[in-house]
Every structure is written in structure tokens, then in C-alpha cells.
């Protein structure tokens, strides 16, 4: 099944993947027949991000990346459609990224699929907290863990996941949405800007 993959800093694994599903990495979005175009967005819905790539909108098949989908014993792949996405296109996505055993979760188009949103969302609270001064960055990552039995607190998650790449997440949601709760902090912003983690007090 022949798959062009739009490369992205943030999903360099996913042509390896492709291949390994047993797909056919083409290099020309026209030359994808029966298959699909692949893409991985931050924060953007499917639709937005093939009309500002100009990319076929009826064969693109978006993937969430926010937690590595080529990861070994991954058990669950979340994909979304454009509007315009042909089903057959839909269809081949699914069926390739359900080979290797993978339950496969299909998605209305949305900004910044499921787990990108609440993801981006309890590190954005968090970061606001910590903006307000309400708490210290480490006792409300100490809160979090010990209240809601959370492996690691807001902070430490957005750390793990990356500052620049939930920045990247919210700010695509804000200007997809216009939701004023998808704007970042300036706590966010700013240690995402100049590489830090979000636990660095000031």
C-alpha cells in the first residue's frame, strides 16, 4: 500500500513504522493510488493542516503522536480524517495501523486529537498555577501525584513530553478554536522559548 508520510520534527519514526506495518513510503503525495497521505499535526485539526500544506485533502489521514505510536507494545493508535477524506483512504490507514495487533481509534476531525488536548491541558493548568504563584512548581507536581494518583505531576509531564511541543499543541488549539482556555501561559512560554523546564522557578 503505497503511504506518503509528511516529515515532521516531532514524528521521525513514522516512516519506519509505515514500512514495518508493511506499507510503501512514496515520496509524491500524487502517487498514492489507493493509499494514503500521512501527517501528524500539533494542536491543528487534519482539515487545516492539508489546506496549509496543500496537501490532497481527500487521501490525507491524520496520526497523534503525543505518545510515540511506533513505540514497542504500543496497544493503541488514535487517527482522524480531513472533512473531505475519501473512506477507502480511512480505511487502508486503519487496516495498516492495526497490523501489528494495535486497536485503532478513528477520530472526527478535531483540533489536536484526544490525548493532545487533555494532555496539553492538565500541563497548562499546571504552568498557570505555578504563574499565579499559588504554589511552587515542585509541591504542585507533589500535590497532583499525592491528590489524583498521577505517575508524575503536571510540571514533570510537560517536561517529559517536551515545553516546546505542548506550546506548539495550545497554540494550535487556541488559533484553530479561539478558546481563550487553549492560550498558553506565559510561565509555558517563556521555559518553552529558552529550552528550560517547567519546574525552573523565577
Same mark, same amino acid.
Do not use: H, K, N
Given at each position: 500500500m503505497p503511504v506518503h508520510v509528511v516529515a515532521e520534527p516531532h514524528a521521525d519514526g513514522l516512516g519506519a513504522l509505515v514500512e514495518r506495518l508493511g506499507g510503501r513510503r512514496v515520496q509524491d503525495p500524487a502517487e498514492c493510488g489507493d493509499g494514503f497521505v500521512l501527517v501528524a499535526p500539533l494542536g491543528e485539526d487534519a482539515s487545516r493542516y492539508a489546506a496549509r500544506r496543500g496537501l490532497p485533502a481527500a487521501r490525507v489521514v491524520a496520526i497523534d503522536t503525543l505518545?510515540? $505510536?511506533? *513505540? *514497542? #507494545? =504500543? &496497544? /493503541? @493508535? %488514535?487517527?482522524?480524517?480531513t472533512v473531505a477524506t475519501d473512506p477507502q483512504a480511512l480505511r487502508a490507514a486503519a487496516g495498516l495501523f492495526g497490523a501489528d495487533g494495535a486497536a485503532v481509534s478513528v477520530l472526527r476531525d478535531s =483540533? #489536536?486529537?484526544?490525548?493532545? /488536548?487533555? &494532555?496539553?491541558?492538565? &500541563?497548562?493548568? !499546571? =504552568? +498557570?498555577?505555578?504563574q499565579q504563584r499559588i504554589a511552587a512548581p515542585g509541591d504542585i507536581d507533589r500535590a497532583v501525584r499525592a491528590g489524583l494518583g498521577y505517575p508524575a505531576g503536571p510540571l514533570a509531564m510537560g517536561d517529559e513530553? #517536551?515545553?516546546a511541543r505542548l506550546l506548539q499543541i495550545l497554540q494550535g488549539m487556541h488559533a484553530g478554536? !479561539?478558546? $481563550?482556555?487553549? @492560550? $498558553? %501561559?506565559?510561565?509555558? /512560554? @517563556? @521555559?518553552? +522559548?529558552? #529550552?528550560? %523546564?517547567?519546574? &525552573?522557578?523565577?
Open positions: 505518545f510515540d $505510536p511506533a *513505540a *514497542a #507494545g =504500543c &496497544v /493503541r @493508535r %488514535s487517527l482522524m480524517p =483540533c #489536536g486529537f484526544v490525548a493532545q /488536548r487533555i &494532555v496539553a491541558m492538565i &500541563v497548562a493548568i !499546571g =504552568c +498557570e498555577i505555578a513530553l #517536551g515545553p478554536t !479561539g478558546d $481563550p482556555r487553549y @492560550r $498558553p %501561559s506565559l510561565w509555558l /512560554r @517563556r @521555559r518553552a +522559548e529558552l #529550552g528550560l %523546564s517547567l519546574l &525552573v522557578d523565577d
